[in-house]
């Protein structure tokens, strides 16, 4: 129950960039100022573009054509200033400025001082993004600069503490459309399907579980990861071995001209399947094969290699996995559950032709290197040049 004793259960709109953001509208301020950021599962901050910052990346770079929504903290008759810096570093980039408080209007839910930071400085890449900022929907532990997230201070409004993630399957990648939505303080029962697999968190900073085993053609990993699901991030990430195997059963090759790995729109892979809880859940071609108006009939597969060391997980779900299978945030009870979608994908259609008979996959281990969460760019710039 909310404060005033009604059930709250609020559902953000998510719009859909070219199937790799997935951006909800924001409010801060008084009088409301609107922003567009990425709603991300993989980080605990929000932060958007402050207004004295005059450089391109926080006007919005041009081969993005979309300009940027800044922070007037000046227009704001409730921001609280401070003199706390903060600085982000996410997989593609980083952010620096100064911690604010200021009222957040999130899908109708409102609180009067939430912890923010403004950026005085965005890295290049997310002037080339259709975003204003980020607001992370990770835990308390994962935040910087002792900032609490929004979802924690917002958990007392809410019916249930939880939210869900639903992200349309593949669509036409011509124009922004209807990309989904966040239901928070229930379950998306319009477009999530009845039935819950639940599994229990293995930390509380991302939202990280354990993966039993992955499975690709004639690849299968037999190995224990630790794993996150992230809506920030586009693609499914992956140790390197398990990315090899991807490129080996896709025919993939990396284009040095836009620095990714291209496959053919219109021939027929193998589902990516990971295990989970005991539980397959499949990826079909149509969400990793990724048409982005290539010539030559070339699509982008959507993976790749996870970099870096350490105890970080080895495994990203980004947004490839979320279109299928609806995330269920459980912060009460510390889990997250996996519920199929009940729209099924447009745009990709393989051939009818498949292999005649199963092959018998093979077993390998070894050592393997992440990263942390990461947005994945957009590459307008370099699809600019491409085409």
């Known amino acids: 129950m909310s404060q005033s004793g009604q059930v709250v259960i609020d559902r953000q709109p998510l719009v859909d960039y070219y199937d790799d953001f997935y951006l909800g509208e924001i409010k801060l301020g008084t009088p409301p100022q609107s922003f567009t950021v990425v709603m991300d599962t993989g980080s605990s901050n929000l932060w958007v573009i402050d207004a004295k ?59 009067a001082s939430q912890g923010l930071g403004v950026a005085t400085q965005i890295a290049s890449v997310f002037g080339s993004q259709p975003i204003d900022g980020i607001l992370g929907l990770g835990w308390p532990d994962l935040a910087q600069g002792q900032v609490v997230p929004p979802m924690q201070n917002m958990l007392s409004q809410l019916d249930q503490p939880i939210f869900t993630v639903y992200i349309h399957p593949v669509l036409p990648a ?118 982005l108006g290539l010539p030559a009939g070339d699509c982008v597969l959507a993976a790749f290699p996870m970099v870096g060391t350490g105890n970080n997980p080895k495994f990203i779900l980004g947004d490839v996995f979320i279109r299928q299978y609806c995330n269920v945030h459980d912060i009460g009870q510390g889990r997250i559950g996996f519920a199929r979608s009940t729209v099924e994908g447009t745009t990709y259609t393989p051939p009818s032709t498949q292999p005649t008979s199963p092959t018998t996959p093979t077993t390998t281990s070894g050592g393997f290197m992440a990263t942390g969460s990461t947005v994945t760019a957009l590459l307008l710039a370099l699809l600019h040049n491409y085409l």
């Open 53 to 111: 910052c005059e450089s391109q990346d926080c006007l919005g770079q041009p081969v993005s054509e979309y300009s940027k929504h800044q922070f007037d903290t000046s227009a704001s008759t409730t921001y609280q200033k401070s003199n706390q810096p903060f600085l982000l570093i996410y997989g593609s980039g980083s952010c620096k400025g100064v911690i604010g408080y200021d009222v957040l209007d999130l899908a109708g839910l409102k609180y």
């Open 174 to 291: 011509d124009a922004p459309v209807d990309g989904g939505r966040i239901t928070f303080g229930g379950f998306d029962k319009d477009n999530c399907r009845d039935e819950i697999n639940y599994v229990p968190l293995t930390s509380r900073t991302y939202w990280q579980f354990k993966l039993d085993d992955f499975v690709m053609g004639d690849f299968r990993a037999m190995t224990n990861y630790q794993v996150i699901t992230d809506t920030g991030t586009s693609w499914i990430g992956c140790p390197t071995d398990v990315f090899n195997a991807m490129v080996k059963n896709t025919n993939a090759k990396l284009s040095p001209l836009i620095g990714q790995w291209i496959v053919q729109c219109d021939t027929y892979y193998p589902d990516m399947i990971f295990k989970i809880g005991g539980i397959e859940y499949h990826i079909p071609a149509y969400e990793y094969v990724l048409d």
